[in-house]
């Protein structure tokens, strides 16, 4: 097809900010400051050898994209800011379908309309047109739609690590009154009790070591009832923003009062709207902010507005050094010297932020199940570590502090 010639003059007008665009882009690496120093608290550790781990931490993040992309050149590519989305396919929010006029004639096709069931949203999915990079396309729709929100469908990456089987054992039952709590990870194996999965994901659900991980997580910290959105399955391009969004629209309308997310990514407007629409329905979002270290971005969806963002400490109560960031920081639970089970049963050791995020949100679940404010609750809990007062190491304090899973 022709491209349309509006689109031809857009392209000139973003190409050269397009080629530099082809290679990840550097990150800017700040100086070891007290900040960095106060989250070890440990004195072993020398500013140089601070600084070099946050610089290794930086530069691991850049080849984990750069290592996905092209092992997955045909399903995955570079959005116009850089980040890893589904290839080929653009989300186009706020203009009817008969707007999409100039788009079409441009060479753009519709895939698919879509609702956001339980969140009210409404989208449509794109195609690129031939020989347009991901991130060409979403800057000439820009111009082409111009009262349009137009976003990448972002992948979104699991925040932890197993470090290996220990033992086999059942799951940890649950406690007490708490409110129906919902999970957006990969499903959970058969030895760890949830009420229920849907998979929003090619291939799912489908058994992860990660999501069991989280859910035994959930469970041992005195969640009751837990239902797991999958939004990864088998999908290479699992994770994205689209199936994040349906998978939180699920939850809610399935009865979650309070949903965890121990997933990472850049700022999305799609899944933005859809947490806001959730919180609009008293849902309490509570996410990871991430093991790409203290030089990283921000951390999504950790970092909109509301959301309860949560970092991780170790045996000897320290920050992980790897722990990412968020624009506001809630509070600290354990995510090292703690234990799980994987999709087989077995008992294993866990080590990242997505492993204390799940014990945060037991106890807010816990307290509103109980008719408790659950902020007031979880405060009066949280232990003060670092500077007195509320930080951006360790937020509102320690929750869970006994909740290792040993």
Known sequence: MRIFPLLCAALALIAAPLAAQIALPRLPLPPVGSVVGESLGALENTRADLQRTIERLARDRLRTVERLVRSNPDIIELDALGAPARRGELIVMDVPAAALAPALRAGFTVLSREEVEGLGLSLMRVSVPAGLSLAEAQSALALLLPDAEIVADN????????????????????????????????????????????????????????????????????????????????????????????GLGWLVQRGSKVVTISLVGPRNALLERAVRAAQNR???????????????????????????????????????????????LDYAAPGADIYGRNAKGNRIKLRGTSFATPLVAARVAQAIGQGRDWRSALDREAIDLGRKGPDDVFGRGLVCAKCTGR
Do not use: C, W
């Not at 996410?287 to 030089?295: E, Q, S």
């Not at 170790?314 to 722990?323: F, N, P, Q, S, T």
């Open 282 to 328: 008293g849902v309490v979002v509570v996410a990871a902010v991430g093991n790409d270290g203290p030089a990283a971005p921000p951390a999504y969806p950790a970092s909109y507005p509301g959301v309860v963002a949560v970092t991780a400490v170790d045996g000897k109560r320290r920050a992980l050094i790897e722990a990412g960031r968020a624009l506001n």
């Open 155 to 246: 992948l979104h990456f699991q925040a932890g690590v197993a470090d290996g089987a220990l033992a086999s054992a059942a799951s940890s039952a649950s406690t007490g009154r708490s409110a129906p709590v919902g999970m957006i990870d990969g499903a959970t194996g058969p030895s760890t009790a949830v009420a229920e999965t849907r998979g929003f994901a090619e291939g799912a659900p489908y058994p992860s070591h990660h999501g069991s991980s989280v859910a035994s997580l959930l469970r041992h910290a005195g969640a009751g009832t837990v239902r797991v959105a999958d939004v990864y399955g088998t999908d290479e391009a699992g994770g994205n923003a689209l199936a994040m969004a349906k």
